[in-house]
């Protein structure tokens, strides 16, 4: 057993890999070249000759949020209104966005998720980022594979730090627009 297979998961389809990385805020310095030595050691074995597409998905939990208070507002910077007659319990819902991108083939996806909490008195919210890229790309070519990564990395970090609004940036540590989980 090598200290990747520990960190990640790795479940393989007729059409796709998928990597689950469970470390919380490891820096994405870490994380890439582990994606990148895995799928290319499948590829080989798999004789893999491209793929049409790559998807990151980034899940953030928040935990410690008051029932009391609409999250909405105070943690998030979306603006949703909710007539009286509407009885929003927080515990499940899901309201997702999908942001413009520049580049045909790229979609990008914001969800927010209400889960059951764990304790009566907070709300538990689970904040989902999606990122892919549809572009054919030959294996060979891996320079292409890395920066489509690192772009879709890079879009979602920047999508993060958006949908947050600066009050809950200062609670998790990204005090004026850094990242203190080095992306």
């Known amino acids: 057993s090598s200290a990747a297979s520990d960190v990640y998961k790795r479940q393989i389809y007729k059409d796709g890999i998928f990597f689950e990385y469970n470390d919380k805020y490891t820096s994405w310095n870490v994380v890439f070249p582990q994606i990148i030595k895995i799928f290319s050691f499948l590829a080989k074995k798999l004789k893999i000759s491209h793929i049409k597409s790559i998807a990151l998905d980034y899940i953030d939990i928040f935990e410690n949020i008051p029932r009391k208070q609409s999250p909405f507002k105070i943690y998030f910077a979306i603006e ?35 889960l059951p909490p764990e304790n009566e008195d907070f709300l538990k ?3 989902e980022s999606h990122y892919s890229i549809s572009e054919e790309i030959k294996i060979d070519d891996i320079e292409a594979l890395k920066q489509n990564l690192n772009k879709a990395h890079e ?21 004026n627009d850094t990242n203190s989980f080095n992306g």
């Open 80 to 114: 949703l209104t909710l007539p009286p007659e509407f009885s929003m319990t927080y515990d499940d819902f899901i309201v997702g966005i999908k942001l413009e991108t520049d580049e045909s083939g790229h979609l990008s996806i914001i969800r927010l998720r209400g």
């Open 125 to 127: 919210i689970q904040l």
């Open 155 to 175: 879009n979602l970090i920047n999508n993060f730090k958006l949908i947050l609004t600066n009050r809950t940036k200062i609670k998790i540590g990204m005090e």
